[in-house]
């Protein structure tokens, strides 16, 4: 079973910036994509970033030009990197990774954004 730990949440002003981190306890090569969901309350969770096997990458628009994600595959790790931050932006940010048909998903970590 993949595990993955996500890192890196917290309080930030409006603004600021914050850097999440997620590993994995496999090779992420393994994967054919991992990225980053959140989830506010009372709204269904969302994909927000995503990188593919090849290295590709994708956004939801609301955070294009503000985040990024990379990897770094010896180190099992990847992240996205949150410039700019807004309120809106405030949610659970889970990690995930996906194998063929099947969905791996970390604890979460709390990202708030207010002033």
């Known amino acids: 079973q993949v595990q993955l730990v996500e890192s890196g949440g917290g309080l930030v002003q409006p603004g600021g910036s914050l850097r999440l981190s997620c590993v994995a306890s496999?090779?992420?090569?393994?994967?054919?994509?991992m990225g980053w969901y959140r989830q506010a309350p009372g709204k269904q969770r969302e994909s927000v970033a995503a990188?593919?096997?090849?290295?590709?990458?994708t956004y939801t628009d609301s955070v294009k030009g503000r985040f990024t994600i990379s990897r770094d595959n010896a180190k099992k790790m990847v992240y996205l990197q949150m410039n700019n931050l807004k309120p809106e932006d405030t949610a659970v940010y889970y990690c995930?990774?996906?194998?063929?048909?099947?969905?791996?998903w970390g604890q979460g970590t709390q990202v708030t954004v207010s002033s």
């Open positions: 496999a090779s992420i090569l393994t994967f054919n994509t």
């Open positions: 995930n990774a996906k194998r063929g048909v099947s969905d791996f």
């Open positions: 990188i593919w096997f090849g290295g590709s990458t």
